[in-house]
């Protein structure tokens, strides 16, 4: 991992991703990019589009002001490991410029806040630009709950669902988690202890291990009738510090009726998640 894109609004959400993402900077050796997108107004006449380009260029002065204070903010509160920290000031759409800059201008992770949904206007737009991205982008997203305190993780669950894409997915888990040297368990939820169910669970475990041959392997099994349920209780038992699932590639948010397992726990998980594209 080299860099770092991490979108803010200014919000709390926001300001607390940064936080994260700074300590991840810390371990990766990674430079981290703090981005402000100011969004272009529909124009319809000359005069229109005079008065919302001053508009513009206030926007953009006070979003530059801002983002230097809160690259201030973050090199003083992690002085630790002297993080290249930058910031960048775009007349774009977010999803637009993330995806430009992960596809080409280098940049290997987002890292963006999330209040899970809610009624207030901040958290619907959070939660609908998290989406978006998590939808527009190929490179790993990590989300951040309002909630969650910023630290270094330890104890990093993988969501699995005995898929073969996992392998690849893994390999990148595998290498987040030794940022911070922390334990990493493969978790997978059954509805029944079934001899189908074993069996496959076993080619699983023997595929993993044949093709990751060279990391230790930790893998678990939760017995419950919700896949849900029996995963947020599992995490709450372990004292999970953070959640990752691999995205298909499939509309991720396609359907709210008929959601897979890792989109209902992108939903309702209140741990910082990290998503990994198929």
């Known amino acids: 991992m080299n860099k770092i894109i991490c979108p803010t609004d200014f919000s709390k959400a926001a300001t607390n991703a940064a936080e994260f993402a700074t300590i991840i900077a810390q371990q990766a050796g990674a430079s981290i990019t703090l981005l402000h997108v100011v969004h272009l107004p529909m124009l319809d006449t000359t005069e229109t589009a005079i008065v919302a380009s001053e508009v513009l260029s206030d926007q953009r002065r006070q979003a530059t002001d801002k983002l230097h204070g809160l690259s201030h903010h973050l090199s003083q509160k992690y002085p630790q490991g002297n993080v290249q920290i930058n910031y960048l000031v775009k007349d774009s759409f977010l999803v637009d410029e993330i995806k430009h800059l992960t596809e080409k201008e280098g940049y290997d992770m987002v890292v963006l806040g999330s209040t899970g949904g809610g009624n207030t206007l901040e958290e619907i737009l959070i939660g609908s630009n998290t989406a978006a991205v998590i939808d527009g982008v190929k490179c790993p997203v990590l989300t951040i709950p309002l909630k969650a305190q910023p630290t270094a993780f330890q104890h990093i669950v993988f969501a699995s669902n005995y898929e073969k894409e996992d392998v690849d997915a893994l390999r990148q888990v595998l290498k987040f988690a030794r940022f911070f040297n922390a334990q990493l368990e493969i978790v997978h939820v059954s509805h029944d202890h079934s001899d189908s169910a074993h069996a496959k669970a076993n080619q699983y475990r023997e595929q993993l291990t044949q093709n990751l041959s060279n990391s230790a392997l930790n893998f678990q099994e939760v ?56």
């Open 223 to 278: 017995i419950h009738k919700d896949e849900v349920e029996g995963m947020k209780g599992y995490l709450t038992e372990k004292n999970a510090d953070l959640l990752a699932i691999m995205k298909k590639r499939r509309g991720f948010f396609h359907n709210l009726f008929s959601q897979s397992f890792s989109e209902q726990l992108t939903y309702q998980s209140k741990l910082p998640l990290l998503i990994i594209h198929e």
